[in-house]
């Protein structure tokens, strides 16, 4: 299981872009990267997921490097509400019944 | 939209008690699983439940505990024995619909151990 480096906290703003970068060296040929939001008290949400290149979906984006070892979260305009957890997980979670292997996360501030 | 429902919402119970924590997976899903989270730690996988067997456990589903999918909706985690250890939430998640990969995850039950 490839393991997963993100920072663990970061502070923002109300309206501006965050982008979390997470390191995945080891990441394997059939891996992809998924990232889920956690609020306090709450469970983890699935927010996106991809292979290469940039995923876009109406929530955030994922750029992905062509070497792959690494990834980027990108949460637009960020408000108050997207005070989260943020968890990079790395596996084969295209295929269905997969368990999720969570590491520590980010946790984001917003800011007013 | 439709939405994974664990009840009760908290439980306490004391050391030695035993305890079953419900959930309501969603309609049309495959999997089913159950995850747990020690105040302030990572979120831990426990088991994975499929065709109305255990598909994957971890090391800490232990034969202290077990599930069970009693009829078409409910889908349980019977804890025996409980330990002060075993405080933490405890999320249902399920998945696994056609073309579909992302696991949706219950609100928790928040289980206290005295």
């Known amino acids: 299981l490839a393991k997963t480096t993100q920072p663990i906290s970061m502070d923002s703003y109300e309206g501006q872009e965050v982008n979390i970068t997470c390191s995945h060296n080891?990441?394997?040929?059939?891996?992809?990267i998924t990232w889920y939001q956690q609020f306090p008290s709450q469970g983890p949400r699935f927010i996106i997921q991809?292979?290469?290149t940039k995923v876009t979906n109406e929530v955030a984006s994922l750029f992905i490097p062509a070497d792959r070892k690494s990834s980027t979260l990108s949460l637009p305009r960020v408000s108050l509400s997207d005070t989260a957890v943020y968890y990079c997980?790395?596996?084969?979670?295209?295929?269905?019944?997969?368990?999720?292997?969570f590491g520590g996360g980010t946790r984001v501030l917003v800011k007013p | 939209e439709p939405e994974v429902t664990q009840t009760p919402s908290h439980q306490v119970t004391q050391m030695g008690q035993e305890v079953i924590l419900r959930c309501v997976p969603i309609?049309?899903?495959?999997?089913f699983y159950w995850y747990r989270q020690i105040l302030g730690q990572k979120v831990e996988f426990l088991v994975s439940?499929?065709?109305?067997?255990?598909?994957?456990k971890s090391e800490i589903f232990d034969d202290q505990f077990s599930v069970e999918r009693p009829d078409g909706s409910n889908f349980t985690l019977k804890i025996r024995s409980t330990k002060l250890e075993d405080s933490a939430m405890y999320f249902c998640?399920?998945?696994?619909?056609?073309?579909?990969?992302?696991?949706?995850f219950g609100p928790g039950t928040r289980l206290t151990v005295t």
């Open positions: 998640a399920s998945g696994g619909t056609s073309g579909r990969y992302e696991q949706y």
């Open positions: 997980l790395v596996g084969d979670q295209k295929a269905a019944g997969n368990k999720l292997t």
């Open positions: 080891n990441i394997a040929t059939n891996d992809y």
């Open positions: 991809g292979y290469k």
């Open positions: 309609s049309n899903h495959l999997y």
């Open positions: 439940f499929y065709n109305n067997e255990i598909s994957e």
